[in-house]
């Protein structure tokens, strides 16, 4: 248990607090065939309305801003068969060498080892599985090799012949769209389009941005006839997503880390937008743009150096909860990104937003509907307080559908 002083809020949340009943009928298995035709729950200081997605320019204020991000799923899963017929999945998690950088990752072309979640593992013992795909119209061969094992994953060492081919590439024709669990269906082709945003771009994660689904073509041109600012984050989301609270007490849960890139451009849009609404798309936006602040923070708190390093607990530190501005926070950012000739600012947070937590930069939320005690739905009842409550339960009551491939919410930040 952590200690009181620095935890405040945190050891009085239980997350059966924070549980509400989901029949499965409810979570949606497929997608709409018209993304922005998705159901729209708009809630709004007490009062809950709804409309479809494709009306959701009505909600935002001309001139404002919307953050989304512009992370790409990858084909994480791929299926091995072992001569004896033994079906053996390895799911990529993470990069481990020659480079952790997981962009970088992608590119390489000589074979790459990876974090790995290995299905069925108890039927691969030992040797090295193999696999042949087609790409480019030609017949080329994965291998893989265990090369270590802990409880929590297996290192996995990929190669391929024709080495030539980029591990993006590799991926792109050997590996399947990681459908989260709780669809219990297997991926189909249409997913590899349907599981991603239209707006995705850096590859990295290993399960879609949802909130983020819904967006179209025409949604984006009636946000650009309001002059509403458009500007993008990345930050690659990781397994852990769909890690429940299993311990009583919400101190007790280690929260997952993930990787986060920002830009110049778009800290200078939240500056420049800090008197208008900023609107995000997410909670994984939600978690890049609050830890940018909080790098900001230490900046001028520590010495803290170009790469961001959010800790789980950060936020509720009295050392850190100094009333720094965000405009002071986020130009301090800035000014060390021009002072290192830096374009992007990089890092990975595993900041863990909490009701009770003051959320700094968003006034608007744009988020799908999120599993019972899930980190998800604490970061919606920071948002929204107990409003949450209301609005789940509206949903129920009103056909809408949940999780990934189901709907859509606006909350306005509860004051």
């Known amino acids: 248990m952590l200690e009181t002083?620095?935890?405040?809020h945190i050891p009085g949340i239980k997350i059966k607090e924070f549980n509400y009943s989901l029949p499965s009928q409810r979570i949606a298995q497929f997608p709409l065939e018209q993304r922005d035709q998705s159901k729209l729950l708009i809630y709004n200081n007490g009062n809950i309305s709804e409309n479809i997605f494709a009306n959701m320019h009505e909600y935002l204020t001309n001139n404002s801003l919307i953050i989304y991000n512009q992370t790409r799923v990858i084909q994480a899963r791929i299926p091995f068969q072992k001569n004896t017929g033994a079906q053996i999945e390895i799911f990529c998690l993470a990069p481990e060498a020659p480079t952790k950088e997981i962009q970088q990752a992608f590119e390489l072309s000589s074979g790459v080892t990876w974090k790995c979640l290995v299905g069925n593992s108890k039927k691969w013992k030992e040797g090295t599985l193999s696999k042949t795909f087609t790409y480019d119209n030609k017949v080329c061969k994965l291998f893989a090799e265990r090369i270590e094992k802990s409880d929590d994953y297996s290192l996995i060492k990929l190669t391929w012949e024709p080495n030539q081919y980029s591990f993006s590439e590799v991926l792109d024709a050997s590996g399947i769209i990681p459908l989260p669990p709780?669809?219990?269906?297997e991926a189909n082709d249409s997913d590899k389009n349907r599981y991603q945003?239209?707006?995705a771009v850096s590859e990295g994660s290993v399960a879609a941005p949802t909130a983020g689904l819904h967006f179209t073509k025409t949604v984006f041109q009636k946000l650009r006839e309001k002059n509403i600012c458009l500007a993008e984050v990345t930050l690659h989301v990781g397994a852990g997503t769909f890690k429940p609270v299993s311990s009583e007490s919400v101190a007790d849960h280690e929260m997952h880390t993930e990787k986060i890139y920002v830009q110049k451009d778009t800290i200078q849009n939240i500056l420049n937008n800090l008197s208008n609404k900023?609107?995000?798309?997410?909670?994984?936006?939600?978690r890049t743009i609050e830890s940018l602040y909080w790098h900001g923070v230490k900046l001028l708190n520590e010495k803290a150096n170009s790469e961001i390093n959010i800790l789980q607990w950060d936020p509720y530190q009295p050392k850190f909860n100094t009333g720094i501005s965000v405009q002071e926070s986020l130009e301090k950012v800035l000014n060390y990104m021009h002072e290192h000739s830096l374009d992007v600012i990089s890092g990975q947070t595993q900041l863990m937003i909490l009701p009770g937590y003051k959320v700094r930069i968003a006034d608007i939320l744009i988020t799908n509907f999120h599993m019972p005690q899930s980190t998800l739905l604490l970061l919606v009842s920071a948002f929204t307080g107990d409003g949450w409550k209301d609005v789940y339960q509206y949903a129920l009551d009103n056909d809408f559908r949940f999780l990934s491939y189901g709907d859509s919410c606006l909350f306005y930040k509860t004051k």
């Open 5 to 8: 002083k620095l935890m405040k």
């Open 182 to 185: 709780y669809m219990n269906r």
């Open 197 to 199: 945003t239209i707006y």
């Open 278 to 286: 900023i609107t995000v798309v997410g909670t994984t936006t939600m």
